[in-house]
T-cell receptor, first 113, second 115 residues
Framework: KQEVTQIPAALSVPEGENLVLNCSFT??????LQWFRQDPGKGLTSLLL?????REQTSGRLNASLDKSSGRSTLYIAASQPGDSATYLC????????????FGKGTKLSVIP | NAGVMQNPRHLVRRRGQEARLRCSPM?????VYWYRQLPEEGLKFMVY????????ESGMPKERFSAEFPKEGPSILRIQQVVRGDSAAYFC?????????????FGPGTRLTVL
C-alpha cells in the first residue's frame, strides 16, 4: 500500500529566503507525482506534475525534482514571498491504481514579511 | 471555462441527518472523483465515477455513504445518518478521459460539520 510522507509538517521562513519541501513515498512504482497548493477554505491548485521518466520540472520560482528509485521528491521555492503562504501537498499516482491519487498530509508554509 | 463547482461550500448537519454534496465537473469532463480530507489528514480517495457508472468505490465506507453521477446533472455524494466522525472537507475532481494520463482538476470542496 502506497504511503506518502511530507516533512516538515510546518515551516516558517522570512521573506526572500529559498526553501525546500520534502516528499517521500514507499512504493517506487509510480506513474507520476504532483505538487499542489491548498489555500485555507479553497480547493487544490496544481503546481507541477512530474512523470516517472522525468527528473525535474520547473515553473517560475518553483522547481520540483523526482528520484523515483529512492522514493523522494523535493519542491524548491526560490525567493519566497508572503503570497506563497499556503499548504503544499504532494500526491502520487501509482502504476497499478491508475486514477487514484495518494496524498501526503502536506507542509504548511508561512512566509513572514 | 468554469472550473469544478461544488455546493454547498459549507454544510452543517446534526447527528442522524442526511448530507448531500454536489459536484459539477468541468465542461466536457465525464469522469468524477471524490476525496475526503479529515482534520490533520491527507486527502483520501473515496470513489471514481463515470456518467451513470461507479468505476471504483474501494475508498468508500461500507455503510451510510453512496455516490452517483447521473446522465444529467451533478454528481452527488450522499451521507446518511451522519456522525461526528464524518466532519471533514470533501473534494471533488474531474477529468476529461480517465486513466493514468489524465489530470484531475479539483473543486473548492465542501466543508461538512456534524454537530
Amino acid at each position: 500500500k502506497q504511503e506518502v510522507t511530507q516533512i516538515p509538517a510546518a515551516l516558517s521562513v522570512p521573506e526572500g529566503e529559498n526553501l525546500v519541501l520534502n516528499c517521500s513515498f514507499t512504493d517506487s512504482a509510480i506513474y507520476n507525482l504532483q505538487w499542489f497548493r491548498q489555500d485555507p477554505g479553497k480547493g487544490l491548485t496544481s503546481l507541477l506534475l512530474i512523470q516517472s521518466s522525468q527528473r525535474e520540472q520547473t515553473s517560475g520560482r518553483l522547481n520540483a525534482s523526482l528520484d523515483k528509485s529512492s522514493g523522494r521528491s523535493t519542491l524548491y521555492i526560490a525567493a519566497s514571498q508572503p503570497g506563497d503562504s499556503a499548504t503544499y501537498l504532494c500526491a502520487v499516482r501509482n502504476e497499478a491504481g491508475s486514477y487514484q491519487l495518494t496524498f501526503g498530509k502536506g507542509t504548511k508554509l508561512s512566509v513572514i514579511p | 471555462n468554469a472550473g469544478v463547482m461544488q455546493n454547498p461550500r459549507h454544510l452543517v448537519r446534526r447527528r442522524g441527518q442526511e448530507a448531500r454534496l454536489r459536484c459539477s465537473p468541468m465542461k466536457g469532463h465525464s469522469h468524477v472523483y471524490w476525496y475526503r480530507q479529515l482534520p490533520e489528514e491527507g486527502l483520501k480517495f473515496m470513489v471514481y465515477l463515470q456518467k451513470e457508472n461507479i468505476i471504483d468505490e474501494s475508498g468508500m465506507p461500507k455503510e451510510r455513504f453512496s455516490a452517483e453521477f447521473p446522465k444529467e446533472g451533478p454528481s452527488i455524494l450522499r451521507i446518511q445518518q451522519v456522525v461526528r466522525g464524518d466532519s471533514a472537507a470533501y473534494f471533488c475532481a474531474s477529468s476529461p478521459q480517465g486513466g493514468r494520463g489524465d489530470t484531475q482538476y479539483f473543486g473548492p470542496g465542501t466543508r461538512l460539520t456534524v454537530l
